[in-house]
């Protein structure tokens, strides 16, 4: 059982559909017929999968306004090879995806739902074609249909079933038709890449293995496309086109809209916004991000407090208190003698401090000694 024969048998239905409708206005017979009806074809298709082209877009965002926490998870886990850091590194990073709602898969939704669709088409036209033009029907593609679609020529003696590597009747002209779309491809999807994805990306996201992967990808497709594509019939690279080019008028509407915050589309937006404020005679808009404010109050500044020191004998013998009184009164006596020097180099007169032995207190002292 062929897994891709529900999307095969979908592909020959839109296609014949598509062009019992054109051929109201156009010859039925001609090859434009049948390269309009698979470009409605890939409309179609591109239509039905919006919503998941908006998942990826805003998963996108996320995964660029994302990328300098993963850049310092990274950092802070760089050059550990043990099991508990790598365990530790990718729950930090799930933990940082899922907050952010942000996935790396989500981005490649698109493309992998539509590699059936693209398979079903090649199929069709490469496989079911040419056996329903020899009597063997197809479910909607008759043979007289397949015999119309298999003869009926683009520019001179070209079909939508032909390839760059088998150019049938077309020879020459079918490579050069079969290269000029291969290199139409490649050149919307660098475009598209260069000039609108990366533009999108905010400067952090610019570095680090997000931005390692745009780059790649940035060579990546059009190499693919220079080396898959002359396998592919031209209708197949008419589907592969119209893909791409709708690709970037989405991404051009979505970018020029909403882009990212801090990205070089996002300055140019508020350009253009402020450029026609200015032509109405208003004042241009700050959109200059406001400060995080902290919800937290800012700590007091500490109090310098005095913390007498505690007195610590040298050999570690406990003092007595004798000890303790005789070395209180020889501090009191060294801090009274800075004072009054201090006092006689300001030009002041100190009292002189009262002898100990006309000290009440030591006379009270000497009687109890004496008793």
Known sequence: ??????????VAWLMVKFHALLSVFMEPDSGITWVLSIVGLTVVVRTLIIPLFVRQIRASRAMQMVSPELQAVQKKYKGKTDQASRQKMAEETMALYKEAGASPFSSCLPMLLQM?????????????LPEAADGTRFGPLTPELAQSASHSTILGDV???DSFLNSGDGGITTKIVAGIIIACMCAVTFFTQKSL???????????????????????MLPFIYVITGPGMPIGVLIYWLTTNVWTFGQQ??????????????????????NAKREKKGLEPLDFTPPKKVSAEPDPEPEQNLR???????KGGKKLSDQEKLERARAAREKAA???RKAQEEAGEFPVPPPSSSSSPLNKGAKKKRKK
């Open 252 to 273: 051009y509407i979505v970018i020029r809209a909403t882009p990212t915050p801090g990205s070089d589309a996002a300055k140019e937006r508020h350009e253009r916004i």
């Open 307 to 313: 913390v007498q020191p505690s007195s610590k004998n």
């Open 197 to 219: 994805t990366m533009k999108n990306m905010p400067k952090a996201a610019l570095e680090g293995p997000m931005a390692n992967t745009q780059k790649m990808m940035l060579y």
């Open 337 to 339: 003698e800075e004072r």
């Open 116 to 128: 059936p669709i693209f398979f079903g088409l090649f199929r069709v036209l490469y496989n079911k």
């Open 1 to 10: 059982m062929n897994p891709l024969y529900p999307i095969e048998w979908a």
């Open 159 to 161: 079909t939508i079933a």
